[in-house]
């Protein structure tokens, strides 16, 4: 499978489109990126895998305020396989309420589906430590 210029478009829509749902509370649109049984690890953050979009969904309700007011995605590559699933990097920046930020790396997994393309796994690596901790010159 080689990956058209449009796909790739097309993918890298897809993976901006969940911040701008999720800024939106349009949570009732998340099947619009995810497959139905999505993984979403969140193990970086201390909790365990969500699986499905539901999930997901009950997730966000859950941390209510606590949520980011603001997800913004850059830095996207996207990277075909030979079996037909797409790996895509994206860094993201999440902006709280009271102006605090944090950084993340995501590591999907995107597939075809018959309503186009969808992230079939999510992992959220946070971005605590410069340089990912490589050692720094005294």
Not at 10 to 29: F, M
Not at 47 to 74: D, M
Not at 75 to 101: F, H, M, P, W, Y
Request: charged share 25%; net charge negative.
């Amino acid at each position: 499978m080689s990956l058209s210029v449009e796909d790739r478009f097309v993918i890298t829509e897809l993976v901006s489109l969940h911040g701008h749902l999720v800024d939106e509370g349009r949570l009732d649109r998340l099947e619009e990126v995810f497959t139905p049984d999505v993984v979403y690890d969140l193990i970086d953050f201390g909790h365990g895998p969500l699986v499905g979009v539901a999930a997901i969904r009950e997730a966000a309700l859950a941390l209510g305020s606590a949520n980011p007011v603001a997800h913004h995605v850059t830095n996207v590559l996207v990277t075909e396989s030979k079996d037909g699933r797409v790996q895509v990097r994206s860094k993201g920046l999440g902006i709280k309420a009271d102006g605090s930020c944090g950084s993340v790396t995501y590591d999907d997994t995107v597939v075809p589906t018959r309503n186009g393309w969808r992230i079939s796994h999510r992992k959220v690596r946070a971005r605590r430590e410069p340089l990912n901790g490589a050692p720094m010159p005294d």
